[in-house]
C-alpha cells in the first residue's frame, strides 16, 4: 500500500465514521480530481470561479462539456487551433491533466 | 495535527489504533490555542490573502477562517495605470469584503497586526486582540525600500508618490498629471529587480503616453529605469512605435537604461532626478519614484526574511522553510521563476491554501501547479501579454513547463488581447472579492 492510497483510504475510512460524506475527500484529494482540481482553480484567473466568467470576452468553461474542453485544449496545444493565450497554456499540460481539468469543470458545482 | 508530523501520522495511522489515531489527525485539539476547531488565520486581504482566505473555505468549509486585513476596501493594482490613463475610475476597481464575510464565511477583522508570536500560534492585534492558529498565512505585500535613493524618503509620498500601492497614491499622481500644463515632463523611475509587477511601470509609461496624447500632446515621457532591460519590453515598444511614435524624433516617449538611467539622488522640493554615474540632473513636472522592495514589513518583523529581504518557503505548501505553520504567499515570498504578480499571488494561493486543507486533515499535500498571465494594456485597444505554466521540480523547487507559455506573438491581435485584460481583471477581483 503506498502512502497516498494509505492516507487516502484511512481517510474516507475516517470521514465516514464521522459522517460525513466520503466524495468531499476523494475529491478534495483523489488521484485524477486532486490534478484536476488544482490545474482547474489556475484557470478561475481568467475565467471565473468554478469556470464561470462574469465577462464577455472569456468564456466560461462551465458551460462546455466535458469532450468539448478536452478537445478544445488538445487543439490548442496541438497549435491546430489558433489562439493568442490558450494556446501559449494548453502546451504546459499533459494530456492525461487535460482530461483531468476537463472532469473537474464538467462535475464541480453540478 | 500541527504537531504531529508524517511520520507519527503514519505510525498512528499504520498501527492497531487507526481510528483513535486518525480522530486525532483529524480533529486534533490543538494544545497552542486550546481549540478543537481548525483554525487558519490569513494576514493581508489582497490577491494572495483574499484567494487563500476563500479557497480554504471552499475547500473545506468547516475549517474556522479569519482574515485580518487593515484597510475596509481593497483597490487593486492591476487596472491602476488605466486609472492614470483616464480609462477608469478608482472605484471600479475598489471592492469590499462583504462577500468574503457573508458569503463564504470568513471572519473578517480590520486590524493591524502587531506582533506574530509564531512560538505560541497566536497573532496579537494592536486593539490589544489574541488570535490563535493551527496554521497562518502572511500575504503582507511589498514594503519600500526608502534608504536606497539619497532625498527620498517615506514622508516625501506626498509631493513625489510611488503610486506603487493601488489608492490614494493612484489618485494623487492623476491629479498631478492632470494639473500639469501642456508641454510638461513626466518622468517616471522603475525599480530595480526583483519588485511587484515587473511589466506594471511600463504599463503606466504607456497609460500616461495615452493620456498625453488625447489631452497634452507637447507632453514628453522620460523613463529613467535602474535596469538595463525590462519585461515585455520588445512588445512594449513595438506598441510605443505604433501609437506614440517611439523611435522617431517626436516620440513622446523616451527610455533610459541603467547605468545611465539608474536614479541615485532626488531633490523633493525641486521635482529633480539625479542618475547615472554622472549624477545628470533632469527637472520633472510631475516626478514619479517607485523605490526597491521587499517584503511587508511583518514579514521580517516576525524573521519570516532571509538576507535577500523576501521569505523563503517550500512551493509544495508555501509553509515558511524558517517558522513552521506559517505559510507566506504573494509578493513577500520567494516565488522566482513564477514573478510578483496578482496572477501569480493568485495562483500560489489556491495551492496553499489546499495544501493547508490537506494538511489540517492529515493529508500530505498533493502535487501543484501554477499559472501566470500578466496583460498589460499599451493604449485602449492595445494589450500584450506574457504567459506561463509551472509545476514543481524534482529538486522540489517550482519550474516553467517545458513548450509552454511565452510573450504575445508579434502578429497577433492588440486588440483580443486589450479584452482580455479588462476581462481578465473583472473575472480575477471576483475570483477573490466575490
Redesign the interface.
Known amino acids: 500500500m503506498t502512502?497516498?492510497s494509505?492516507?487516502?483510504t484511512?481517510?474516507i475510512?475516517?470521514?465516514s465514521?464521522?459522517g460525513l460524506h466520503s466524495i468531499a475527500?476523494a475529491d478534495?484529494?483523489g488521484g485524477a480530481n486532486?490534478?484536476g482540481?488544482?490545474?482547474g482553480?489556475?484557470?478561475?484567473?481568467?475565467?471565473?470561479?468554478d469556470g464561470v466568467?462574469?465577462?464577455?470576452?472569456?468564456r466560461s468553461i462551465s458551460e462546455l462539456s466535458e469532450e468539448k474542453i478536452v478537445t478544445a485544449l488538445k487543439k490548442f496545444k496541438s497549435g491546430e487551433r489558433k489562439g493568442?493565450?490558450m494556446n501559449?497554456?494548453a502546451?504546459?499540460?499533459t494530456d492525461e491533466?487535460i482530461t483531468a481539468v476537463a472532469h473537474y469543470f464538467a462535475t464541480v458545482n453540478k | 495535527m500541527n504537531k504531529l508530523n508524517r511520520r507519527d501520522f503514519l505510525r498512528l495511522a499504520g498501527g492497531a489504533s487507526v481510528v483513535s489515531g486518525l480522530s486525532l489527525a483529524g480533529c486534533a485539539s490543538n494544545p497552542k490555542t486550546g481549540s478543537s476547531s481548525k483554525k487558519v488565520v490569513v494576514i493581508g486581504g489582497g490577491f494572495g490573502g483574499g484567494t487563500a482566505a476563500k479557497y480554504i473555505k471552499k475547500f473545506d468549509p468547516s475549517v474556522d477562517v479569519t482574515l485580518i486585513e487593515y484597510q475596509k476596501t481593497y483597490t487593486t493594482c492591476p487596472g491602476s495605470n488605466w486609472v492614470l490613463g483616464g480609462l477608469k475610475d478608482l472605484k471600479s476597481i475598489t471592492h469590499t469584503y462583504d462577500a468574503m464575510k457573508n458569503k463564504h464565511g470568513v471572519n473578517v477583522i480590520h486590524g493591524w497586526v502587531s506582533v506574530i508570536d509564531a512560538e505560541n500560534q497566536k497573532v496579537q492585534l494592536s486593539s490589544g486582540e489574541s488570535i490563535g492558529y493551527d496554521r497562518l498565512i502572511v500575504s503582507p505585500g511589498i514594503d519600500f525600500k526608502f534608504d536606497t535613493i539619497e532625498g527620498y524618503s517615506e514622508k516625501d509620498v506626498g509631493s513625489v508618490p510611488h503610486a506603487w500601492k493601488a489608492g490614494p497614491q493612484t489618485t494623487l499622481l492623476r491629479n498631478q498629471l492632470v494639473a500639469m500644463p501642456d508641454g510638461g515632463t513626466f518622468v517616471i523611475a522603475p525599480p530595480p529587480n526583483p519588485f511587484r509587477c515587473p511589466p506594471g511601470p511600463y504599463e503606466r509609461v504607456s497609460m500616461v503616453a495615452h493620456y498625453f496624447k488625447q489631452h497634452k500632446p507637447k507632453s514628453k515621457i522620460l523613463v529613467l529605469d535602474a535596469k538595463p532591460k525590462f519585461s515585455k519590453q520588445k512588445l512594449f515598444m513595438k506598441g510605443w512605435e505604433d501609437l506614440y511614435g517611439y523611435g522617431t524624433d517626436n516620440s513622446m516617449i523616451e527610455w533610459v537604461g541603467a547605468p545611465d538611467g539608474k536614479v541615485t539622488k532626488v531633490d523633493v522640493k525641486t521635482k529633480t532626478a539625479y542618475a547615472g554615474d554622472l549624477e545628470e540632473a533632469v527637472k520633472a513636472d510631475v516626478l514619479n519614484i517607485i523605490p526597491a522592495q521587499k517584503a511587508g514589513s511583518i514579514a521580517a518583523a516576525t524573521g519570516l526574511t532571509n538576507d535577500s529581504g523576501w521569505c523563503p518557503v517550500d512551493p509544495k505548501t508555501w509553509e515558511s522553510t524558517l517558522i513552521p505553520n506559517v505559510h507566506v504567499i504573494g509578493d513577500s515570498a520567494i516565488q522566482s521563476p513564477l514573478p510578483k504578480s496578482g496572477y501569480a499571488a493568485n495562483s500560489e494561493a489556491k495551492v496553499c491554501a489546499a495544501a493547508i486543507v490537506d494538511l489540517l486533515n492529515g493529508r500530505e499535500p498533493g502535487e501543484p501547479s501554477w499559472v501566470n498571465t500578466c496583460y498589460s494594456l499599451v493604449g485602449p485597444k492595445y494589450g500584450i501579454s506574457v504567459a506561463m505554466v509551472y509545476d514543481l521540480t524534482k529538486e522540489g523547487k517550482i519550474g516553467k513547463v517545458k513548450g509552454s507559455g511565452g510573450l504575445t506573438a508579434m502578429d497577433a491581435s492588440r486588440r483580443k488581447e486589450a479584452n482580455y485584460s479588462e476581462n481578465w481583471l473583472i473575472n480575477i477581483s471576483n475570483d477573490i472579492f466575490g
Open positions: 502512502l497516498k494509505l492516507i487516502t484511512t481517510s475510512a475516517v470521514c465514521l464521522m475527500f478534495s484529494h486532486h490534478m482540481r488544482t490545474i482553480v489556475s484557470c478561475a484567473g481568467c475565467h471565473g470561479t466568467s462574469h465577462s464577455p470576452h472569456l493568442s493565450i501559449r497554456i502546451k504546459g499540460y491533466q
